[in-house]
């Protein structure tokens, strides 16, 4: 794997600024080269076990480790906007009519040198019990099961920062509006070492999430000759899952190193840095980093573990339990010429939540450097569970009319409910600091991310109206128009808070002495609960094989679909303007064409969404939005013998960037993922 990016962490108001109105300067800028391997191992294994006539056993389990090691070169990581090696003077300016210095160039600008050891394990377990029972004219499907995943992430930092004076630094967003950032350097060299100060090693080691579901379930149905009426079907679900997130952090530490680190800085070791890109923005591609090969290879993780014990985050301690059950009544009929089929039901639905964690205690402040650490914990931690309990009744009717032999006409009416991610309702409340303190009389800048166990569900009053057209074996023409009604969707609210923060160490020479007290401006997130909106929707599909081709051309085939949905605004906050809804694009399209004779299939697809809002305010106020993206996946599969197959596909073939803005077109994210290729092996035993 090797994933190159780009960004920003968007703009801020210049804190310098004495004119009218104001001025927005980029906040920091970086890169990324991610350089790594995935590895996966699945074993999946089905046994059934027909009792008797009338009853079956199956029993079906799945066992998967995944492995993920790589480095994270970080590169020319300045922060332009953070002011934290002190005043900064501007030296040139353009600025763009939303008052934003998309041209700028100035002294003294701070900069994080780094890279990152990342390793994470996860495991995957899972193992149902299914029983089906016929008796006259009732059938009964029963299961239990229990699915456990456990991850465990380690990134360990290794750190320089500039000395002061920072560089003379320039950047220019208008050479590619939109796209990479351009900068550059004036009498001050990036590659040369002694610019860079030794700062350190930190980060989690081996944190753990946890995931453990236990679900049952039973369905029964029974078939009926009443006239309209074709059968009636019954059902119960009960499903309890746990997901618990546990911190662990190795305080930073320059201590137990060699006077003198400077062997381990190298250059980036990789050619192939943004060379697929073609634009006309203008920046480095090469840089100074951490050669973490060398580095761990003469501080072993393990001993600096063992030196340095990781201590749990409190205020990150998370634990979510999500208890559900449900029972639905449904009924099948049609008319005696099954002309017109369908069904009605409802469903019942009751949620029970505790989420509990550690939160700050009474009267707790903000510390930085506390025992070492580099980043924001509060002073005292106590804790804290909430309880959340609703119900929900779920109508349905789904009715199908036959026009003809090869043309149905479907109409769908429901409500539906979704619980929001369980991760968004744990009391976690994390404080964040993207540099340093900055010497006094400079404003700093920081992050507070919040949960909220008070969380409703997503709810909505949909209707669905098709048209198909079977016009051919497996060949269908379809177009479908639908309309949803919804409320409580879930989205950030971004709000200010200015805090008081001990500094208790690692303030290195930024002039704060140890002791002080310097105030943070945090930009708070928390997500929570918007107004109704409305999403209409109109979807054009297309399947069809080419077997009325001669020779081997009749083993082609194509497949084609088209979405275009109309949104509208939502109310996040009464004191806040209407936002677009996330993650909607209004136009999504898949074209694709496959070859598959039965020993030898091809596929090829590409996929396009147009532009789609990620968050429609961020935590600095100029919002994340995601421009157009479209990429080909090819992949294909060989059937060796009945029992054997041997899989390959290739992602992002055209190596398309994934790129995000602000709402000043200034770039978030230029992301070259790259091609990424797969091989398996698929045994059926």
Known sequence: MDDQNSGTDGVLPDSSYTGPGKQYRIFGMRGNDNQ????????????????????????????????????????????????????????????????????????????WLEAVRDIYQQKVTSNALDATWTLASWTVDGQASFGEAREEATNQYVQWNTKTPGATFHYNAAQDPGGPIGYGFVNYNPLDTSNYNWYGEQGPYQEPTTDKIWNFKVDAQRSLDSGWLNSM??????????????PNWVANTATGFAADMTPYLMMLNNSTWFSSYSG?????????????????????LSGFIASHPPAPQLTQITQVQEKSEAAYAQVNFGTPDKRLTGNLGVRAVHTEELSSGYGPGPG????YGATGASNLVFSSQGFVSQTNSYNNVLPNLNLTYRLNDDLLARFAAAQVMQRPDMNLLAQASVPSAATQPPPP??????TLSKGNPNLKPYLSNQLDLSLEWYFGPRSILAADFFLKDVKNLVLTNYFPETEDVLLAGNVLGSGNPVGSVKPINLSVGQPGNASKTTLKGLEVAWEQPFDFLPGFLRSFGAEANYTHIWSGDVVLSSNQPPVPVTGVSDNT???GLYYDDGRVGIHANYNYRSEWVADPTSYFGDGVYVKGYGQLDIAA???????????????????????????????????????????GLHATL
């Open 233 to 246: 079907s019954f059902g119960a679900n009960y499903q309890n899952r746990t997901l618990g997130r546990t």
């Open 280 to 300: 006309p923005a203008q920046f480095p591609t090469n840089a100074l980093t951490v050669n973490v090969n060398k580095f761990f290879s003469d501080y072993p």
């Open 364 to 367: 707790a402040t903000l510390v």
């Open 589 to 591: 399209y898949n074209a």
């Open 441 to 446: 009389g400079q404003l700093w800048n920081g």
């Open 637 to 679: 599969n060989f059937n060796v013998t009945h029992w054997l197959a041997i899989t390959a596909s290739v992602i992002n073939a055209t190596q398309s960037p994934l790129i995000q803005v602000d709402r000043y077109d200034i770039n978030r994210l230029y992301d070259l993922s790259g091609r990424r290729f797969y091989v």
């Open 36 to 111: 790594g391997f995935d590895r996966r191992l699945s074993l999946l294994s089905m046994l059934e076990y027909r009792v008797s006539d009338s009853l079956e056993l199956r029993l079906d389990t799945l066992d998967s480790e995944f492995s993920q090691s790589y480095n994270d070169f970080e590169m020319n990581n300045f922060y332009p906007g953070a002011f934290a090696s002190g005043p900064e003077t501007t030296l040139s300016e353009t600025v763009s009519p939303s008052g934003v210095q998309t041209a700028w160039e100035g002294t003294n600008v701070y900069a």
